[in-house]
């Protein structure tokens, strides 16, 4: 009986966890039309100051938030 | 001319054939000309849900290479005279579909029937694309579980990419059915609510069909549940299809049980 107060009911589980999925599952490259754009214009920017290699960006998705990660990497040949 | 419904769901084992089956026939009665069409090739089953597994001749594929026409290959109804069916292919595989001979077969019968119901093969490969390229409207089914809507969306996806409809500027317009509610599991949180999957999926609601044991009882006879007056599925199919023949018919809210609240009343004399 206590329970039934305690426990998280599972069909809201099964809509959160679909939200989620479904939602990554439409992105992919169509949440973010302007990546490689985004992409292009890092690479120039640091290249004023630093030879590059390339970028990679990454997203990640946990519950509610979303993060974008950005990595550049450099050229050490071309400092 | 008539209207062209694909129906499709991702995955497979959802209903969808039952779906079709039960559609076509209501449609027939309320009076229009309808043809069903099994897409599913090498995997044919329309047939045996409408009975007519022994009438089959020639298919839809021989329809499609002119080794038959439509009036040779459509078979007729045992129960209603509005209702035609037209078999898949059971030896040949989805590769041998071009847009081109769908296209030619659509067009023919979009001309001669006032419905043209397609059963999608499950999956979003290339004979899912052919049934969804020209179709005008789909119903898109699924059961209130986690897999079955996610597949479901992406279908849906495919849909609104790959129709010929969208490609000319316009829309296809989307139905979703809610197949296999359990009325108890609803109330009781363990399943999802029809609001919340229509939440999710973002499409209209065109009908929900109750878990029913008598959809079995049916498919063994071959005789769709829609003509077994005592069957809750079947009823909800008879809604659904007037609704599809423009038909105002209210939403029957199947997530409230009347066996719950029966049980419970029962449970205090036990």
Partial sequence: MFDFWKKKKSASVAKDRLSIAIMSDRGGRDIYPFMDELKQEIVDVVKKYIGVRGVEIKKEIDGDWEAISIDVFLDRNNV | MGIVIAVISGKGGVGKTTAVANLGLGVAMNGK????????????????????????????????????????????????????????????????????????????????????????????????????????????????????IRDADRAIGILDSKSQKVKDGGEVAKYLIINRIVADMVQSGEMLKSEDILDILDIKLV????????????????????????????????????????????????????????????????
């Fill in chain 2, 33 to 148: 000309k309808c043809a069903v069409v099994d897409f599913d090739i090498g995997q044919r089953n329309l047939d045996m849900i409408l009975g007519l597994e022994n009438r089959v001749v020639y298919d839809m594929v021989q329809v499609m290479d002119g080794e038959a026409t439509v009036k040779q290959a459509i078979i007729k109804s045992k129960v209603n005279e509005n209702l035609h069916f037209l078999a898949a292919s059971q030896s040949k595989d989805k590769s041998v579909l071009s847009s081109q001979k769908v296209y030619k077969l659509v067009k023919e019968l979009k001309d001669t029937y006032d419905y043209v119901i397609l059963d999608s093969p499950a999956g979003i490969e290339s004979g899912f694309e052919h049934t969804i390229e020209f179709a005008d409207a789909a119903i898109i089914v699924v059961n209130p579980e986690v897999s079955s």
């Fill in chain 2, 207 to 270: 009908g929900k069909v109750p878990e029913d044991n008598g959809v079995i009882d049916a498919s063994n006879q071959g005789k769709p549940v829609i003509l077994d007056k005592h069957s809750i599925a079947g009823q909800a199919y008879k809604r659904i299809s007037a609704r599809l023949c423009g038909k105002k018919v209210d939403m029957k809210d199947i997530e409230v049980s009347d066996s719950s609240l029966f049980k419970k009343i029962a449970g205090i004399f036990k």
